[in-house]
């Protein structure tokens, strides 16, 4: 991959959301380590304890390493596994929002206050109501408004909900059936719960329909996140165990949002799950691969890559390897 830049050496550090908050850039990743639990398809050796936070000023500059900011020590409801985090502002607060297992070990999504973009962030006594699933990513629209897209198959749960609640038995759809697909959800004024009903996000494909479960190259996994370009909504995700970052373009944030392409094809690694960031007029990928760590897909490190657009919005795809 040209001119990819690994963004912190001494230690692994995955999903990097990226934000420009008080001038620079903000990283928030989650904490890769060697836990020892053996790999699974539930991903439960992805076994994470708690966050740091990561600035820069510019994106070939030093990146600070701002110490551990939350833990699930300091997390009331916190049972484990601390997943993807996303960080939205809110009149001069900064409000990070987290995946983690309560102590039943159902996914929900949780949020911690800071006065910092760069913490330490305190916890709420207990998840969003309402929440489940993983990867929450916090978009702020121009009016204002934040709405929390979320969700991630697999180990991520979300194939046990229908309709924002737990149906016993529920699985995966079937291949020709409609895929499910991530939630969105507008925030409170306050920032700190729904204030709505989660709502299915829609992918359509070239010709109007819904992308269907069986269409593996395509269809919705895990790693949401929403950036404008140009007036218009921009949603991209991975496609999980065919390794793709994908994007579809709407016209508002709830969607439905149609199918444009691969953003970034295959790393090393199982995973790869990234955002977007425009600063200083140029537009970059965060995301990361498993090559310091020769594969280990449990050890993770965060890149940045300069990303470009073509005239007609479409975004030119990055090659992962
Ligand atoms: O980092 C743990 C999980 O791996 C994330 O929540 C997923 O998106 C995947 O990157």
Known sequence: MKNARYLYPSDFMADPSAHVFEGKIYIYPSHDWESGIAENDNGDHFNMKDYHVFSMEDI???????????????????GR??????????????????????????????????????????????PIKGSYSIDP???EDEDGTHYLYFGGIWGGQLQ??????????????????QALSAKVVRLTEDMLEFDEEPRELLILDENGNPLTQGDTERRFFEASWMHKYKGKYYFSYSTGDTHLLCYAIGDNPYGPFTYQGVILTPVVGWTTHHSFVEYNG???????????????????????VELYYNEDGTIKTIAGQ
């Open 137 to 139: 990513c916090a978009f």
């Open 60 to 78: 070939g500059g030093e990146v600070t390493d701002h110490g551990q900011v939350l833990s699930i020590a300091d997390i009331p409801w916190g």
């Open 282 to 304: 140029k537009w970059y990928l965060f995301h990361h691969d498993a090559v310091p760590s020769n594969g280990k897909t449990w050890l993770r490190s965060m890149k940045v």
């Open 160 to 177: 046990f909900y229908r309709d924002n609640k737990i149906v016993p038995g529920s699985n995966l759809p079937h291949f020709h059936e």
């Open 81 to 126: 596994q601390l997943w993807d985090s996303d960080v939205a502002h809110k009149d001069g607060k900064y409000y990070m929002y987290f995946s983690l297992k309560d102590k039943t070990d159902i996914f929900r999504l949780g949020v911690a206050v800071s006065d910092t973009p760069y913490g330490p962030f305190v916890p709420q006594d207990n």
